[in-house]
């Protein structure tokens, strides 16, 4: 008898030892298979969990609390050949009116109709900003118990021009409502769960019409979220974002000043940053900085005037200032001057408002001596070198600033009022530039605009010079990689794997003890056949390798 026939026939014969000790080793694989199993689904779990946040988004370009143009969309599209949808992203509150339940850190989606393009499975939700429609997801409908047509009431802040507590930045965040229509309820695969935070718990979410949202933020034709769908393509995105970006993605508006026959170039958040100002400087040398503040009181000896812009700038921005104008040094108008009983040589505190410890804000004094009074004319009376500070340059009088500081606008007199309506906010008195870059600099910037002296037939070469001298991340517009992003999210840094088995490791021993031991009884079933055939003479060594 060969070997291999011997071995055969021993199966046969111990056919149901062997089967017992193979359904020991099928028990004990499963075991262990279905604690890898467990630790793969989860890690799948999570990568769907990612896949239905983000949707069909490669990338994103998230601005913050800045924005940008939402027509930018298309032209960004067009330069990169890709899909995009502008999107206007806040946080709020929704109440059920009906039952009075309420969900704060509500995720406040406008939306156009090329978001829901984005969705894992691509559809069609109408919203109208007319009849204020919304749409909502799950989380939200199950947590308020709101249907497709109730009603519900979102709040949510509107910002001030600047995050903080800026000296001169507009009234506080002010409580905006919206009264909404629920037009639908949409699931995970229609976007439910869209949102940038990696979390497995979908956020509560409203989706508006983005005009809606724009109009109740105050930020009409603006957006801060732009999705990307770069999939099948290798696109040049950081190109295509410095070929589409204009002066008003970086919030920056460029006007000419007919009675100073220059350029100025100013910022929608008051101050300009400091790496725009520098960029600009470096490109256009000839530009001279301009810083104007709000000063609570100029004080002369016994004699007061409240609330008074005055502005900071060098003698090529204004020719009327003396060209060795000091750092200590300032300059009056005519007003000012008779109002202060005040002449060259006179000692002038200025008193106002700037951010101290932990961003609050505190009165600081500054002292400076008059070098000059100038007539209340021609570029010296000019209203243009106030920026629009919110509160203040649309109030039709004094007594209705409000500029969102603890001013006390009792002190406001009639001659006051009467130089507002005469010469609204044509700078009292002038500092120059170093002087209001040490008093007045705050952490968002030290210059209020940027006046260019250009030839005004060339305002579109000055544009593109501006243009060029800046890079998009000097916004916030920065493009990332969403969806990688997202796969990192789902790649936890524990090993579920792992983790299972780990969990699982008494079970999995005691499987391999099991198998262990039936193949032990088998082996015990053939004890006397192995001593049969070592007395008919077979070596231990190559019975050893039958069994």
Same mark, same amino acid.
């Given at each position: 008898?060969?070997p291999?026939?011997y071995?055969?026939?021993?199966?046969?014969?111990?056919?149901?030892?062997?089967?017992?000790?193979?359904?020991?080793?099928?028990?004990?694989a499963?075991?262990?298979?279905?604690a890898?199993?467990?630790?793969d689904s989860v890690?799948?779990? &999570?990568?769907?969990?990612?896949?239905?946040?983000?949707?069909?988004?490669?990338?994103?370009?998230?601005?913050?609390?800045?924005?940008?143009?939402? #027509?930018?969309?298309?032209?960004?599209?067009?330069?990169?050949?890709?899909?995009?949808?502008?999107?206007?992203?806040?946080?709020?509150?929704? *109440?059920?009116?009906?039952?009075?339940?309420a969900?704060?850190?509500?995720?406040?989606?406008?939306?156009?109709?090329?978001?829901?393009?984005?969705?894992? @499975?691509p559809?069609?939700?109408?919203?109208d900003?007319?009849?204020?429609?919304?749409?909502?997801?799950?989380?939200?409908a199950?947590?308020?118990?709101?249907?497709?047509?109730?009603?519900?009431?979102?709040?949510?802040?509107?910002?001030?021009? &600047?995050?903080?507590?800026?000296?001169?930045?507009?009234?506080?965040?002010?409580?905006? #409502?919206?009264?909404?229509?629920?037009?639908?309820?949409?699931?995970? +695969?229609?976007?439910?769960?869209?949102?940038?935070?990696?979390?497995?718990?979908?956020?509560?979410?409203?989706?508006?019409?983005?005009?809606?949202?724009?109009?109740?933020?105050?930020?009409?034709?603006?957006a801060?979220?732009?999705?990307i769908?770069?999939?099948?393509? =290798?696109?040049?995105?950081?190109?295509?974002?410095?070929?589409?970006?204009?002066?008003?993605?970086?919030?920056?508006?460029?006007?000419?000043?007919e009675?100073?026959?220059?350029?100025?170039?100013t910022?929608?958040?008051?101050?300009?940053?400091?790496?725009?100002?520098?960029? =600009?400087?470096?490109?256009?040398?000839?530009?001279?900085? =301009?810083?104007?503040?709000?000063?609570?009181?100029?004080?002369?000896?016994?004699?007061?005037?409240?609330?008074?812009?005055?502005?900071?700038?060098?003698?090529?921005?204004?020719?009327?200032?003396?060209?060795?104008?000091?750092?200590?040094?300032?300059?009056?108008n005519?007003?000012?001057?008779?109002?202060?009983?005040?002449?060259?040589?006179?000692?002038?505190?200025?008193?106002?408002?700037q951010?101290?410890?932990?961003?609050? &804000?505190?009165?600081?004094?500054?002292?400076?001596?008059?070098? #000059?009074v100038?007539?209340l004319?021609?570029? +010296?009376?000019?209203?243009?070198?106030?920026?629009?500070?919110?509160?203040?340059?649309?109030?039709?009088?004094q007594?209705?600033?409000?500029?969102?500081?603890?001013?006390?606008?009792?002190?406001?007199r009639?001659?006051?009022?009467?130089?507002?309506?005469?010469?609204?906010?044509?700078?009292?008195?002038?500092?120059?530039?170093?002087?209001?870059?040490?008093?007045?600099?705050?952490?968002?910037?030290?210059?209020?605009?940027?006046?260019?002296?250009?030839?005004?037939?060339?305002?579109?070469?000055? *544009? @593109?010079?501006?243009?060029?001298?800046?890079?998009?991340?000097?916004?916030? &517009?920065?493009?990332?990689?969403?969806?990688?992003?997202?796969?990192?999210?789902?790649?936890?840094?524990?090993?579920?794997?792992?983790?299972?088995?780990?969990?699982?490791?008494?079970?999995?021993?005691?499987?391999?003890?099991?198998?262990?031991?039936?193949?032990?009884?088998?082996?015990?079933?053939?004890?006397?056949?192995?001593?049969?055939?070592?007395?008919?003479?077979?070596?231990?060594?190559?019975?050893?390798?039958?069994?």
């Amino acid at each position: 008898m060969t070997p291999a026939r011997y071995v055969l026939r021993s199966l046969l014969h111990y056919r149901y030892a062997y089967l017992g000790a193979l359904a020991g080793a099928i028990l004990g694989a499963t075991v262990l298979l279905g604690a890898l199993f467990a630790g793969d689904s989860v890690s799948a779990s &999570l990568r769907q969990i990612g896949g239905k946040r983000i949707g069909r988004a490669t990338h994103v370009m998230a601005a913050g609390d800045r924005f940008f143009r939402q #027509s930018f969309a298309d032209e960004f599209a067009a330069a990169a050949q890709v899909r995009t949808a502008p999107v206007m992203y806040a946080r709020g509150t929704a *109440t059920h009116p009906g039952t009075q339940a309420a969900i704060n850190q509500v995720q406040l989606v406008g939306v156009t109709e090329a978001f829901w393009k984005f969705a894992p @499975t691509p559809a069609s939700v109408p919203l109208d900003a007319a009849t204020s429609s919304v749409a909502i997801n799950d989380t939200l409908a199950r947590r308020l118990n709101v249907a497709v047509g109730d009603a519900l009431v979102v709040r949510l802040q509107k910002p001030g021009i &600047l995050a903080g507590n800026a000296p001169v930045a507009g009234a506080e965040a002010t409580l905006q #409502s919206i009264r909404c229509t629920v037009a639908a309820i949409v699931g995970d +695969a229609s976007f439910g769960r869209f949102g940038l935070e990696a979390t497995q718990i979908p956020p509560p979410s409203v989706f508006l019409p983005i005009e809606l949202l724009q109009e109740n933020l105050g930020r009409a034709g603006r957006a801060n979220l732009l999705l990307i769908d770069a999939a099948g393509s =290798v696109p040049d995105l950081g190109g295509a974002l410095a070929s589409s970006v204009q002066l008003a993605d970086y919030g920056l508006t460029l006007k000419w000043l007919e009675q100073a026959s220059v350029f100025e170039l100013t910022s929608d958040r008051i101050f300009i940053d400091r790496e725009i100002s520098a960029a =600009v400087s470096a490109a256009l040398p000839r530009s001279q900085p =301009v810083v104007s503040y709000l000063v609570n009181e100029f004080r002369a000896g016994d004699r007061t005037t409240p609330y008074s812009i005055a502005t900071a700038t060098t003698p090529e921005a204004a020719p009327f200032l003396p060209r060795d104008l000091g750092a200590r040094e300032i300059v009056l108008n005519q007003w000012l001057a008779e109002d202060l009983q005040a002449a060259a040589g006179t000692d002038v505190q200025l008193t106002f408002f700037q951010t101290g410890p932990a961003g609050t &804000l505190v009165e600081q004094n500054a002292s400076f001596r008059v070098r #000059s009074v100038v007539p209340l004319e021609g570029l +010296a009376a000019d209203g243009a070198w106030m920026p629009a500070f919110p509160g203040i340059s649309d109030a039709k009088d004094q007594n209705d600033w409000d500029p969102g500081l603890p001013l006390d606008l009792k002190k406001i007199r009639t001659k006051d009022e009467n130089y507002w309506d005469d010469h609204r906010g044509a700078p009292k008195a002038f500092l120059s530039a170093a002087a209001g870059a040490e008093i007045w600099a705050t952490r968002w910037g030290s210059a209020t605009a940027l006046r260019i002296p250009f030839d005004r037939a060339q305002e579109s070469e000055l *544009t @593109t010079t501006i243009a060029r001298a800046l890079r998009p991340e000097m916004n916030q &517009l920065v493009v990332r990689d969403l969806r990688t992003t997202a796969g990192d999210a789902a790649k936890s840094p524990v090993d579920f794997g792992g983790l299972f088995i780990g969990m699982s490791f008494f079970l999995i021993a005691a499987a391999l003890g099991l198998v262990a031991m039936l193949f032990q009884f088998a082996l015990l079933q053939r004890a006397r056949e192995d001593a049969l055939l070592g007395a008919v003479g077979l070596p231990a060594g190559k019975v050893l390798r039958w069994r």
